[in-house]
């Protein structure tokens, strides 16, 4: 079966916004992340084993606010205390998480269908967070994460890199043509590129 | 904009939060007789406070956790935020 992308109806590639006579380096590029595994980790508020024992391609789960662990295929985001939420270029670790997060400790949901990526990457992409976002961008240093809202849209920002800042965007998938607007809009004053 | 240091994320925005209520009232036992005054206390009379209140808040669009809050109804200045299993001293 094939999927159809979130984003499908309203990105499309090209230059927009206040592009002309700028350099294309200065300019933002945002596109859209697919196919990736996504999945929650609750672990029970009963339950007594060390998240810190179990390993996850090669990660282990902490319970440290903001930080992502990584490598280079897999993010894991805190997304509260004991839950966490994995973003991973490999589509069958999930077999691998099933197996070793027991379900009597651990709530384990594939949210891959359910959530819209908007990756944004240049020097203004903080001053674009900061339009509609009430987080102090400038204390989010690269590999953290926060949920917060964008325009009273729920999202949550993995910060991928600093040089120069790149940020992957994830919301609910109904949310995702809201937030994408909201985002583009956001960046017509900068000119940006959509890939 | 309203602050409030969510005890698990850090210094947030007031937009991310749900306010949920006076943090002071406890359930009655269970099992426990009580008279209906008692159950209407607990349930619906609260007392309006002009001054520090510890109040329960959730941080629906941050870590989705219940907090403790106390703040002041008249300034709305914040002085102190706890886990919401944490026990407040006065």
């Not at chain 1, 589509?91 to 009597?104: A, C, G």
């Not at chain 1, 891959?112 to 020097?123: D, L, M, P, V």
């Not at chain 2, 005890?7 to 008279?35: T, V």
């Not at chain 2, 329960?56 to 870590?63: K, M, T, V």
């Amino acid at each position: 079966m094939s999927s159809i992308s979130s984003l499908a109806n309203v990105h499309s590639s090209g230059k927009y916004g206040d592009y002309e006579g700028k350099n294309e380096k200065e300019l933002l590029k945002i596109s859209e992340r697919k196919n990736l595994l996504i999945v929650q980790i609750v672990q029970y508020k009963n339950s007594n084993i060390l998240c810190e024992s179990i390993d996850l391609d090669g990660l282990k789960l902490k319970n440290e606010p903001s930080n992502v662990i990584y490598n280079d295929d897999t993010r894991i985001l805190w997304n509260g205390p004991k839950n966490w939420f994995l973003v991973s270029k490999k589509k069958d670790l999930i077999k691998s998480i099933l197996k070793n997060f027991k379900e009597s400790d651990f709530a384990i949901t594939d949210l891959s269908h359910s959530r819209a990526i908007i990756e944004i990457e240049g020097q203004n992409t903080k001053e674009i967070l900061k339009k509609g976002c009430p987080f102090n961008f400038n204390i989010l240093k690269k590999n953290q994460s926060i949920n917060s809202v964008f325009n009273g849209i729920a999202f949550t920002i993995d910060m991928f890199d600093d040089n120069p800042d790149k940020v992957r965007l994830f919301t609910l998938r109904s949310f995702g043509e809201s937030l994408y607007h909201s985002i583009t809009d956001a960046s017509l004053e900068f000119g940006y590129i959509s890939i | 904009m309203l602050y409030i240091n969510c005890p698990h994320c850090g210094m947030r925005s007031q937009n991310e939060f749900s306010y949920g209520g006076d943090a002071s009232i406890k359930r009655p036992e269970l099992n426990k007789e009580i008279s209906d005054n008692e159950w209407n206390d607990f349930v619906y009379n609260r007392k309006s406070l002009r001054g520090k209140h510890l109040e329960l808040w959730q941080h629906i669009s941050g870590c989705r956790q219940w907090i403790k809050v106390e703040r002041d109804t008249a300034t709305h200045e914040i002085f102190r935020t706890f886990k919401a299993d944490e026990e407040v001293a006065s």
